[in-house]
């Protein structure tokens, strides 16, 4: 007889993790929820090409920001692509800057700020309140300190950031040097996204973190001490891990102080193949990643840790203002290579660094392409956004609802309908379904008048 999957995964687990709520997650995915079958929610153009070239994706929405509300808040999003190393399992939009690095950082923050520039000459976008600033990449901590406070100083001579605005950004540990975490913090950043991955020194040597696991803890120790949030970012299904290390590890965050989990399963693309074949990885079952993912999440559940976002936790100070701008309807400014922002129903994405560098001049901000929702995907969006969030209305989707909740994948209560930890996995699949039942009744809705 085989032996059960369930029981050989969790056999050293200590009793006192209460595994039965993972047991039965499991067992009510039945055969439609296939662990191994998960989708990614992933942006319009995936699904469909832009509508527009860059520069005329420019000219709509220079057209839209003149007519827009002054008093709509908006998010900027600035990427950063360049990090000391690229680590062999990274899925991000990041590379190493082999020569010339002083030139290069500073011609790309000259980009940068020339962008921020043009926008902030369109329409009330300069006078419009900013909630967020987030620094994501690659590392923005790679800057420097010199040249992060020149695209800081940047933001706040272009537009309206004001003392509730939430400066963040995304860090290693090795970027996060003392005198970054005090440049930081004189330019107005209380909250920090670090990617901690694993504190399990043998993982982290894997996967090519320079600095132990006693230094990202001294780092959220000091960060913490100055009163920022702080998140963390942990992968599962990497090289040596263990289940008690993944949560023990976040048993000792949570310890820490820490506010926010961004839990991650590996992906595999093709810039990380090569890596993951060398560990044996290409062709895993994803339930050991499942099981591993449960316990976390299930953890973190138990300290009181709520999901404000599909894949991540956070306590009562988390806010997470950069990941749920769409849930208060906000717009979002992304600057820098491959960012992709939203300005009302008008979505548009930037190129990779070199097309960036050379598109973003002579008036233009260096976009790829655009496009313009269409009816259907604007009147999905705020379900669709809700659903990635972990809390809906759950009236509006009553055909799926009674599928969803016998499968394990929501709750319901008086307050609608909420993600469970196993609906965070199938989270993508659930948008997909969603879609897929809406789009006949929305083409019914628009057909009969
Ligand atoms: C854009 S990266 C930037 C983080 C920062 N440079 C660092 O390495 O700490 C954000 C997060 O994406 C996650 N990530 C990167 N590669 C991944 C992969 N192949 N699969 C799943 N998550 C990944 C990591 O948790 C990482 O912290
Ligand atoms: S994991 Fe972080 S540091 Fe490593 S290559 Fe990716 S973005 Fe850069």
């Known amino acids: 007889m085989q032996p059960d999957p369930f029981d050989e995964f969790f056999r050293h687990a200590p009793p006192t993790w209460g595994l039965e709520p993972i047991r039965e997650a499991w067992c009510a995915l039945g055969p439609r929820y296939d662990v191994n079958q998960w989708r990614l929610p992933l942006p319009p153009w995936v699904h469909r090409s832009y509508d527009y070239g860059g520069a005329q994706a420019w000219d709509m929405l220079r057209h839209d920001l003149a007519l827009a509300n002054d008093r709509q808040p908006f998010c900027i999003y600035l990427h950063v692509p360049f990090c000391s190393r690229k680590c062999g399992f990274c ?70 950031t004001s003392p509730a605005t939430e400066w963040a950004l995304e860090s290693t540990v090795e970027a996060l040097t003392p005198g970054m975490i005090e440049t930081m913090h004189a330019l107005g950043f209380r909250r920090l996204h670090l990617g901690v991955q694993s504190l399990q020194d043998e993982v982290r040597t894997i996967i090519g973190r320079r600095r132990p696991a006693a230094e990202a803890l001294e780092r959220i120790a000091a960060t913490l001490a100055r009163g920022w949030i702080v998140s963390v970012d942990l992968v599962c299904g990497l090289p040596a891990q263990t289940l008690t290390g993944f949560v023990g ?182 948008v997909h379904e969603l879609t897929e039942l809406l789009r006949p009744v929305f083409a019914g809705q628009v057909y009969s008048g």
Not at 98 to 105: K, N, Q, S
Not at 106 to 116: D, F, H, N, S, W
Request: aromatic letters at 12%.
């Open 91 to 160: 899925d991000s939009y990041s590379f190493k800057l082999g020569a010339h690095i002083p030139e290069r950082i500073a011609g790309y923050v000259e980009r940068l700020c020339y962008e921020l520039q043009l926008w902030s000459a369109q329409g009330s976008l300069s006078r419009r309140p900013v909630s967020t600033v987030h620094l994501g990449g690659g590392t923005p901590t790679y800057l420097g300190e010199a040249a992060l406070a020149q695209v800081i100083a940047c933001c706040k001579a272009c537009f309206a």
């Open 249 to 430: 590890d976040i048993e000792a965050l949570i310890a820490a102080g820490v506010n926010g989990f961004s839990l991650y399963e590996l992906l595999i693309y093709p810039q990380n193949r090569r890596w993951a074949e060398r560990w044996g990885l290409t062709r895993r079952d994803h339930l050991t990643n499942y099981f591993t993912f449960m316990a976390g999440a299930q953890t973190l559940s138990a300290h009181g840790y709520t999901k404000n976002l599909f894949n991540h936790w956070a306590d009562a100070r988390d806010e997470n203002i950069y990941f749920t701008f769409p849930t208060r309807q906000e717009d979002l400014l992304a600057v820098g290579t491959i960012a992709d922002g939203v300005f009302g129903d008008f979505h548009y994405r930037h190129p990779p660094y070199t097309p960036y560098l050379k598109a973003a001049c002579g008036g233009l901000p260096g976009l790829e392409g655009g496009l313009r929702r269409t009816a259907f995907e604007s009147w999905l969006q705020p379900l669709r956004t809700r659903v990635l969030s972990g809390h809906f209305d759950a009236r509006q989707v009553p055909a799926l609802l009674d599928e969803w909740q016998a499968h394990g994948l929501i709750t319901c209560d008086a307050g609608g309908a909420h993600l469970t930890n196993s609906g965070s996995w199938f989270a993508g699949n659930m």
